[in-house]
């Protein structure tokens, strides 16, 4: 089996993040996000990958080899020389999703992040007998996204709304997708919206599908909704696999700490906190709703809450860093600073305080 991912564009909304790497490679819960789903996808027998990409394809290529070989799967490169939007990906990589062997492909928003049910998902397709399979998952607000309305006996999708303004229902595309090859005939080479364009072509035809997903389901492109789906992902990995959280006198709740990273004494970690590969935190900090990422420092009673600190940075003695504060890579914070919702692009020194959110260059 094969799988497309849409990785896409510059990942603006998550800078200063992606002005290092770009946004499939940045780190979420101690991997790059993009080596989630492909591990996920490895595990129900993909084996080739092919990235949807516009922007720096080698810089992923070449970080992805080493992963290529641990998960033997072959990783490759479409690349668009203009934005073909979500569906005109699909037919510019057509003769690397095509092999003959008539099975249904995988198609994927780099972004989302979830329990990814794919053997259920390919059981769910194989079972109904249409041309493709869409995931939905259950929201609180439907009226901010496009819903689909659907049978809920059946999963077939009867039509799409976009933002509705009465209630028609509360499923929204999870953006995780497993298609029959057919679906490529239906997409031309130019931008084209899979969304808006190819569905409901799919569903008027009585050919659409959709499995609600189970679990959690976040879509992380931007700083507020990361720190929402590192918990959510940790309250899944809490149910599926306790034995890779922390435990111990200095941790509270959920809490992921690197088995290269130090934490020192006296510390307070979590909830909902991951320390990356080769991070040293010293004596007396207070981690809770962050992420720290590989190789950073984080100096002796600081305190950091509802931030994200970028790779190989350095926290200060008693700082404090709070607010969705994001540090990018190589961000030097000095002793008893303060940054309330910072956001500081890579290879800075903080010597005064950010009192209120504001963009340092």
């Known amino acids: 089996m094969k799988a497309l991912i849409l ?30 789903q492909i591990e996920a996808l490895k595990e129900v027998g993909v084996t080739e990958v092919v ?6 394809p080698e810089v992923m290529l070449n970080f992805l080899k080493e992963f290529e070989n641990k998960l033997g799967i072959k990783i ?40 990814y049910p794919f053997a259920e998902l390919i059981q769910f397709h194989n079972a109904h007998g249409g041309e493709a ?4 998952t ?33 499923k929204i595309n999870a953006g995780i997708y497993l298609l029959n090859p057919s679906v490529l005939g239906r997409v031309q080479l130019k931008p084209t919206s899979i969304e808006k364009q190819v569905f409901p072509q799919i569903a008027a035809d009585q050919k659409l599908f959709a499995m609600v997903l ?13 720190i929402t789906g590192l918990r959510l992902y940790l309250d899944a990995l809490r149910k599926k696999s306790p034995g890779k959280l922390a435990a111990g006198a ?9 088995e290269t990273a130090v934490v020192g004494e006296g510390c307070l970690i979590g909830p909902d906190v991951s320390v990356g590969p080769g991070c040293v935190v010293e004596a007396g900090v207070r981690l809770s709703r962050c992420t720290v990422m590989r190789g950073t420092r984080i100096k002796k009673h600081a305190c950091v809450s509802g931030s994200i ?53």
């Not at 909304?13 to 993009?34: G, Q, Y």
């Not at 000095?334 to 504001?358: F, M, Q, R």
Request: contains cysteine; negative net charge.
């Open 7 to 36: 990785v896409g564009g510059f990942g603006t909304r998550l800078r200063p993040l992606t002005l290092s790497v770009p946004k499939p490679l940045v780190e979420f819960a101690n991997k790059p996000m993009i080596l989630h």
């Open 51 to 56: 990235l949807a990409i516009n922007y720096q």
């Open 76 to 115: 490759t490169c479409s690349q668009e020389t203009e934005p073909l939007g979500t569906a005109g990906p699909l037919a510019l990589a057509r003769d690397k999703l095509v092999d003959g062997s008539g099975e249904p492909f995988f198609v994927l928003n780099s972004d989302v992040i979830s329990e």
């Open 133 to 136: 399979t869409i995931l939905v």
């Open 138 to 170: 259950q929201v609180n607000e439907p009226s901010k996204y496009g819903v689909v309305v659907m049978d809920e006996e059946t999963g077939k999708v009867e039509r799409f709304v976009e933002k509705p303004k009465a209630f028609v229902g509360n």
């Open 214 to 226: 189970p679990g959690f389901w976040m879509d992380i492109g931007q700083p507020k909704d990361y």
């Open 250 to 258: 200095h941790v509270v709740g959920n809490v992921l700490v690197h």
């Open 309 to 361: 600190i970028g790779t190989h940075s350095t926290v200060g003695q008693w700082a404090r860093i709070e607010n969705m504060t994001i540090l990018g890579e190589d961000v030097h914070v000095g002793d008893e600073i303060y940054s309330n919702g910072g956001v500081v692009l890579p290879h800075k020194e903080i010597k005064s305080s950010i009192l209120k959110p504001e963009i340092v260059m």
